[in-house]
């Protein structure tokens, strides 16, 4: 049974816009999250990370919620650039730097 | 430049042929992890190491073998493929504890068993 959930498989935006992406968990031992970009023929890079002790860290465009009642956390992309067409994948993590357990990834399109 | 190098890139072999899959790290990286990435699964996590010669499974270890001889060095080996096993491949490492940037990853190894 997967730990961590990406429910939608795919995002279409418009140039712009805000997209937000949903995240959830079933492990209540996960107490650090991270989020992945992934470009095809590549690697995932990180993009951003929240420990249980924050509700919120935000990066530039990047802001990332975290629900710990509800085992929920999103990631918003504001404003949404072509460039940030791609897979994205959430990850959680019992402590850092151990292993890390991914969501199925969500896939964003954003046109112009 | 800091990087996992992963090769070969693609693969397609037959079953039952054993082949090694190699990943280098040039950043010191105690832990190091390999990933299959399937449709819909997300990455799943095969076999990981804590450092030289500590490997231990990971969620989905059959089939699978991995050696770590060296730090910098962590190939994942499958000694007798099948079709199952055809999917996209991810070697990744981090310093333990580090935080927050989690794992480098590698370009990934597309391998196909027919």
């Known amino acids: 049974d997967q730990q961590v959930k990406q429910n939608s498989p795919s995002l279409s935006v418009q140039e712009g816009r805000i997209s937000i992406l949903n995240c959830d968990y079933t492990?209540?031992?996960?107490?650090?999250f991270l989020w992945y970009k992934k470009y095809p023929a590549e690697g995932p890079t990180f993009l951003i990370s929240i420990s249980s002790i924050k509700d919120k860290n935000e990066d530039g465009r990047f802001t990332v919620f975290l629900n710990k009642s509800a085992k929920h956390l999103s990631l918003h992309i504001v404003p949404s650039q072509p460039g940030d067409s791609a897979v994205y994948f959430c990850a959680a993590s019992e402590a850092a730097g151990n292993k890390l357990t991914f969501g199925g990834g969500t896939r964003v399109l954003v046109k112009p | 430049e800091a990087q996992v190098t992963q090769n070969p890139r693609y693969l397609i072999t037959v079953t039952g042929k054993k082949l090694t899959v190699t990943c280098s790290q040039n950043m010191n990286h105690e832990y190091m992890s390999w990933y299959r990435q399937d449709p819909g699964l997300g990455l799943r996590q095969i076999y990981y190491s804590m450092n030289v010669e500590v490997t231990d499974k990971g969620d989905v270890p059959e089939g699978y073998k991995v050696s770590r001889k060296e730090k910098r060095n962590f190939p994942l080996i499958l000694e007798s493929p099948s079709p199952n096993q055809t999917s996209l491949y991810f070697c990744?490492?981090?310093?333990?504890?580090?935080?927050?940037?989690?794992?480098?990853f590698g370009s990934g190894t597309r391998l196909t068993v027919v």
């Open positions: 492990n209540s031992m996960f107490d650090y």
């Open positions: 990744a490492s981090s310093l333990l504890a580090e935080t927050p940037y989690g794992y480098t």
